[in-house]
């Protein structure tokens, strides 16, 4: 709470009575501690890439004649922190694009449409790891009023979560259904699964279960805290249901019409 005494005075500068200005900030600090946290984690974020690029970079300036296969293994490390800084920052942009909702219009999308471009983008991946990635669609005309690329990214994540989390040979499987005015959308895997403690953290940004894991396995930290942005934004709702090492159920909850 913040107090404003301002005093009113008469024409001798005597305190003639007071106006007491009460506010609530607890919002307002609140949204100032998150931001502060979030920039401290982005630095910290893309600061661990840098550091190992750099390193690697001055340790080849410095030594010429390294063997071609120590420099070849160093010139891979610098590749994929460069990559990996790289994914940082776009997620880092889309977040912020997706808070402000830059100029952007909601469109009728045919989910199917959307869903089958996912699937030819991601089943390759599946298939790398010989997961079974199914999908049963209960109405394949369904139509979601969304922003852009929006179900594109929502469904992108969640899917790829899955195959991620998912190891060799697991199986991953989405599922629409419509239930009362509402498009259910689930993307189930029988993957590493999150323990309860960390179930409803790992929407925050940055928040990950298992930092190296998630490190080694591309992630960012970001791409849930991108999800729930979005299903946000598209006035649903997103949970999940999870077992430790039996495997997890995200559930998605689209309005049909957004009012
Ligand atoms: P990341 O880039 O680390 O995958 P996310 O924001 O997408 O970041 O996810 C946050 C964390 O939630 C992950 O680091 C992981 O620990 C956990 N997680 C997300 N999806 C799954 C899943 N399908 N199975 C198990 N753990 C998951």
Not at 67 to 86: G, Q, T
Not at 133 to 162: C, P, R, S, T
Not at 225 to 232: E, P
């Amino acid at each position: 709470i913040k107090i404003d005494p301002v005093y009113l005075q008469d024409s001798k500068n005597a305190i003639i009575g007071s106006i007491i200005n009460i506010e609530d900030i607890t919002e307002i600090v609140k949204l100032e501690n998150m931001r502060r946290d979030f920039v401290a984690n982005v630095s910290h974020e893309l600061k661990t890439p840098l550091t190992s690029i750099n390193g690697f970079v001055e340790t080849l300036i410095m030594n010429e004649d390294l063997p071609v296969n120590k420099r070849n293994r160093f010139l891979a490390i610098i590749k994929k922190e460069s990559d990996r800084l790289k994914r940082l920052i776009e997620d880092i942009l889309l977040l912020s694009s997706i808070e402000s909702k830059n100029n952007l219009v909601m469109e009728n999308i045919l989910l199917y449409d959307v869903f089958k471009e996912v699937y030819e983008m991601i089943n390759y991946i599946a298939n790398s790891k010989k997961i079974d990635l199914q999908y049963n669609f209960e109405d394949e005309e369904i139509v979601v009023q969304a922003y852009g690329d929006y179900l594109k990214q929502l469904l992108l994540n969640l899917i790829d979560n899955a195959i991620k989390y998912t190891p060799e040979g697991g199986k991953v499987t989405i599922n629409q259904l419509s239930i009362n005015d509402e498009i259910v959308i689930e993307v189930i895997d029988n993957g590493v699964g999150i323990p309860k403690e960390d179930q409803s953290k790992i929407f925050q940004r940055f928040y990950r279960v298992d930092k190296a894991r998630s490190r080694s396995v591309g992630g960012t930290g970001l791409g849930l805290a991108i999800t729930k942005h979005i299903v946000h934004s598209l006035k649903g709702s997103i949970c999940v249901e999870s077992e430790l090492g039996e495997g997890s159920k995200f559930i998605v909850r689209l309005p049909k019409k957004i009012s």
